[in-house]
């Protein structure tokens, strides 16, 4: 099986996280990471190439920094990796980067089928779980999104993922593309020797024009919306602490009352 | 009017397998007629009941769109939103209002790419500035807030429950059924639905649309009688965090975070919950937020209205029986 996977250099959602005017999200703090969740469909990719054979494919999309997460990926286990720089590419939305990583996927296609396409449920920096049904859609494959469990057998792929409403399998015939939620496995962490193999392995650094993809219907230039006004959350106000001395619960009850809560 | 659309502004009727409308489409029809004519969009060739066609009425829809899918499985994502590219287009729509649930978003991101719309996903408002759709959300687990203009000529915008107070209209109207046949593209229907379940309802609101919610941690040990009982007094919901569900104290459904549901009640109480930053990720944009726990170095003390440093088993009981007290002296 060969395996595209999609993974994202973010902002580390453990820092201090911020917007700038035009509400794009400032990316030179310089703790960025790979999407945490990435590291759960890098995971199911491995894991499937280690039962039915085959190799991952890392991709990923975005400025220089953005190779980490590509090299994570290979460090984890990934084959090989594409990165995808192109200034134009930047303030894309969900449909510009669907584009972008459409056309790798085509063209690692053209020298060697693709059989299975994995992303992250969502990425933790925009965090709209929008790119995965998009993406499908580019490519024509049919979609297995939020998969809690992934399995693969005599060339269709299965999942389970819960919905808001219920629980669902669903059942493909390969090729086509799964998101993986974070309850499907346990990322492994790389250890020395692949840190080691990582750094052999080789990263294809593509434009916009080897893809074939005109900068403008990309980037800033093409997105379909456009933020009018990012404010960060002003704190909250009057906060009270308070630490229970056997009478704590009538307070919570008073409070509720008091702020019409009840 | 000169804020309205001039296209219909579609509104997808979410509905439980019984028939019965999804509590939060009644939030998107108010929020829909302050942009303009409302298409109620209603998947399935039966069409929708008769005390449904009632309630739409009494919410100002003047148009129910009845989509046959040709036997179709209109639990698959792709044939949803193939059909509405296909009304949308048809009808000339400038907007389509739907809940943001998890298909939901599937539909949203596969109707962008077939009919060239702006998207915006889990918005809590939407309104209409000059001539353009304009949404607002909550980014970066709930610390900032934003504002997007839709560039396109039709706008899809996700809400999130709770987004908008349902209000009827003076004098209802009388909605126009109209039927539709929907022609799918071939790979609308490449994956099957093999099993499905649909949640059991319990006699507690759903997680995602009540007011109040009560959320149990690892501070519960795995007890969370004194949570469902506050959240009963309460007529709340119940959730937990990414640990309580991972222990299998309460099914994975009731977590909230940043891999679980988002919630934005009026109020939320945490107990026994530490604040890690993807659970805040799922509930800081809740109107009021209580907390209770026993470590006053809890982050989540950071974002609390009200922090009680406590140990739940007794704070919890305590409130609940004197909310008892309060409501039965009521009457
Ligand atoms: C990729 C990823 C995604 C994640 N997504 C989510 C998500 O969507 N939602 C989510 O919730 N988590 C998520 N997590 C996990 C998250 O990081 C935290 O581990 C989790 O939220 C902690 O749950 P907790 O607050 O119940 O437990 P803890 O952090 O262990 O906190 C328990 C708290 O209970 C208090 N306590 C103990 N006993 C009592 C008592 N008797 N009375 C009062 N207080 C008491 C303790 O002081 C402590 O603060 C995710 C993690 C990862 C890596």
Not at chain 1, 101 to 125: C, F, I, K, N
Not at chain 1, 150 to 161: K, L, M, N, S, T
Not at chain 2, 300 to 313: H, K, N, P, R, T
Request: glycine share 10%; hydrophobic share 45%.
């Amino acid at each position: 099986m060969r395996i595209v996977v999609c993974v994202k250099h973010v902002p580390d959602i453990q820092s201090e996280r911020s917007l700038q005017a035009d509400g794009r999200m400032v990316r030179d703090g310089g703790d960025g990471t790979l999407n945490e969740l990435d590291e759960n469909a890098v995971e199911a990719a491995l894991a499937l190439v280690e039962e039915h054979g085959g190799e991952v494919v890392a991709v990923t999309v975005g400025p220089d920094d953005a190779v980490d997460a590509a090299r994570r990926a290979l460090q984890m286990g990934a084959e090989q990796a594409v990165h995808v720089l192109d200034d134009a590419i930047a303030g894309s939305d969900v449909f510009g980067t669907a584009t972008v990583l459409a056309a790798v996927v085509r063209r690692l296609g053209d020298q060697e089928s693709v059989d299975l396409v994995v992303t992250g449920m969502a990425g933790l920096d925009g965090l709209t779980s929008l790119l995965p049904s998009a993406l499908a859609t580019e490519l024509g494959l049919p979609l297995l999104a939020l998969a809690a469990e992934v399995r693969v057998e005599d060339g269709a792929v299965r999942v389970r993922r819960e919905l808001d409403h219920a629980t669902e399998v669903l059942e493909a015939p390969l090729p086509a593309l799964v998101s993986v939620t974070d309850q499907a496995n346990e990322p492994r962490y790389p250890n020395f020797k692949g840190i080691m193999a990582a750094r052999k392995k080789p990263v294809d650094v593509l434009t916009l024009a080897d893809l074939g993809i005109e900068p403008q219907s990309v980037g800033a230039a093409g997105a379909r919306t456009e933020v009018l006004e990012a404010a960060a959350r002003p704190p909250r106000e009057d906060r009270v602490l308070v630490t229970d001395d056997g009478e704590a619960g009538l307070r919570l009850a008073a409070y509720l009352v008091e702020n019409k809560l009840v | 009017m000169t804020n309205h659309l001039a296209g219909p502004v579609l509104v997808l009727l979410d509905h439980a397998p019984d028939g019965t409308l999804r509590a939060p489409v009644l939030e998107l029809l108010t929020l829909g007629r302050r942009l303009g004519s409302v298409h109620g969009v209603w998947l399935g060739a039966e069409g929708p009941g008769g005390d449904v066609l009632a309630a739409l009425g009494a919410y100002g829809v003047d148009v129910v769109d009845v989509l046959d899918l040709g036997g179709a499985d209109a639990r698959l994502t792709p044939v949803v939103a193939d059909a509405l590219a296909d009304l949308s287009a048809a009808l000339g729509a400038a907007a389509l209002l739907l809940t943001s649930s998890f298909d939901n978003k599937e539909v949203a991101g596969r109707l962008g790419v077939r009919s060239g719309a702006g998207v915006v996903v889990d918005a809590s408002d939407a309104r209409v500035v000059d001539g353009r759709v304009v949404a607002d959300k909550t980014v970066l687990a709930g610390t900032w807030t934003t504002s997007c203009a839709v560039r396109t000529p039709f706008a899809v915008v996700a809400l999130k429950a709770n987004s908008a107070q349902p209000e009827p209209v003076a004098s209802p109207t009388q909605p126009a059924v109209v039927a539709h046949p929907v022609t799918l593209a071939d790979d609308a229907r490449q994956a099957v639905v093999v099993e499905r379940q649909e949640r059991t309802r319990s006699d507690r609101p759903a997680l995602g649309e009540a007011q109040v919610v009560v959320v149990g941690g690892r501070g519960t040990d795995g007890d969370f009688s004194a949570v469902e009982e506050l959240a009963d007094v309460l007529g709340g919901a119940v959730g937990a965090t990414r640990v309580a569900t991972d222990e299998g104290w309460i099914g994975h459904d009731a977590q909230i975070g940043q891999t679980g549901v988002t919630i934005a009640p009026r109020l939320y109480i945490g107990a026994g919950v530490s604040g890690a930053v993807h659970h805040r990720g799922g509930m800081q944009a809740s109107g009021v937020i209580v907390a209770v726990n026993s470590d006053p170095e809890s982050p989540i003390f950071e974002i609390a209205d009200l922090g009680i440093v406590g140990d739940l088993f007794t704070v919890l009981p305590q409130a609940t029986q004197e909310l008892r007290r309060i409501k039965a002296a009521q009457g």
